[in-house]
């Protein structure tokens, strides 16, 4: 019946961490056989074969065991994929604002059989941002990254013994304080949007 050659993939997949404050290390081989069969009055059958596995794991996330295993169920595996589309297309739009997408997060939920995106995306609630500029050297010299996030009022929150716990009260905020952390979203949000926010009197 007659068939086109096969497609064959090699791919190396290297996890390093610490790397944009990475947590996963490891590394991956995997080899892909792709073909599609000419069954002429019958049509065509396509078959894919994956082989391959971890060649290392020192720290591994579930989705990386997906990407090799292919055996979770539709309702996680659309919704990791549609994670790190999502986290992709923050990455180029935080590129195009001299910004690198450090960290998010995103919440999902289903409405019938469609998952759905739910609450804010790529907001420093959800979000840390860091400047592209000088990146690299402080990366090489082991320094603190400048970044833009609300994690500066956490470390606030928790220099003044509270972390959100039961019985805790929120400790007072000076109008100082308070102008700062104005100050610094603004910030943020002018420098993920590239737009200059109109401020009143």
Known sequence: ???????????????????????????KLLFHVRDNINLKL?????????????????????????HYQGNMSSLLSNTYI????????GNELAKKQGLILADTKYEFGKRGNAIVLMDEI???DSSRYFYAKGFDERQQRGEKQKQLSKEFVREWLIANEFMGQHGQTVPKMTEDWVYTISKRYIELYEAVTGKNLCRSN
């Open 42 to 66: 019958l049509g065509s059958f396509v078959y894919r074969l994956d082989l391959g596995g971890f060649l290392n794991k020192d720290s591994v996330a579930i989705p990386d065991y997906v």
């Open 122 to 124: 790529h907001t420093p």
């Open 82 to 89: 549609n994670a790190f589309q999502l986290f992709e297309r």
């Open 1 to 27: 019946m007659g068939s086109k050659a096969p497609t064959f993939n090699l791919t190396y997949t290297q996890a390093i961490k610490n790397i944009i404050n990475s947590d996963v290390a490891y590394s």
